[in-house]
């Protein structure tokens, strides 16, 4: 029997009105929340999802554009500090990447797992401290909500219909009930919402 340290799971995303996660045009499309990603409340945003957490757990196509990106934010004097402090954990902080076709991690203080979510939480779960953050990773969140495995959702609603794309909540989820736990709103009319699953 594992046996577990109390770390949460957590899980960070970013939506249109009409739940997707992604626009029309594929998995690269994010269109939708341009516009919404740079706003003062989700910089704030940014900085909540990660002041917790101590493992980053990714999927490989998230990993490698994060860490395409991230490592020079970190370095920019220039970048606003929200921004250069969510990279300095990034690249930092443990980050575990879900991936059947790498073989070994291109990147410092990362592994690769080539498992099924589930498997890797309840592990994650068994040592150490601090909140598991799969980070933005949607194939990872929906394994877990399908698994009931998550303990807080970070939603970041932007007010797009996006009209196609990948929706987050599946049918066929089990049910649950979360508790809000804190929201704001924006300028655009964007939304930053913490939900914590109620047990």
């Known amino acids: 029997m594992t046996t577990s340290t109390g770390r949460r799971v957590t899980a960070n995303l970013c939506l249109t009105l009409d739940g997707r996660y992604n626009g029309p045009g594929g998995p690269s499309d994010f269109g939708a929340f341009a516009p919404y990603v740079t706003t ?7 900085t909540r999802i990660w002041e917790g957490a101590t493992t980053a757990l990714l999927g490989r196509l998230n990993a490698e554009g994060f860490m395409a990106y991230w490592p020079s934010v970190a370095e920019d004097a220039d970048a606003d500090p929200r921004d250069r402090g969510y990279a300095k ?4 902080t443990e980050k575990v990447v879900l991936s059947t076709t790498l073989t070994e991690a291109p990147w410092e203080r990362t592994r690769v797992v080539n498992a099924p979510a589930a498997d890797v939480v309840a592990e994650l779960k068994a040592a150490g401290a601090g909140d598991i953050l799969v980070n933005s990773s949607a194939s990872v969140i929906k394994a877990l909500l399908s698994a009931d495995l998550l303990d807080r959702l970070y939603l970041m609603i932007c007010p797009e219909i996006a009209g196609g794309g990948r929706r987050l909540f599946d049918d066929g989820l089990p049910a649950s009930k979360w508790t809000l736990a804190h929201q704001e709103t924006g300028e ?8 914590d699953r109620v047990r």
């Open 89 to 92: 954990w990034l690249v930092d």
């Open 188 to 195: 655009l009319g964007e939304l930053a919402m913490v939900y």
């Open 40 to 46: 003062e409340v989700a910089r704030d945003h940014l």
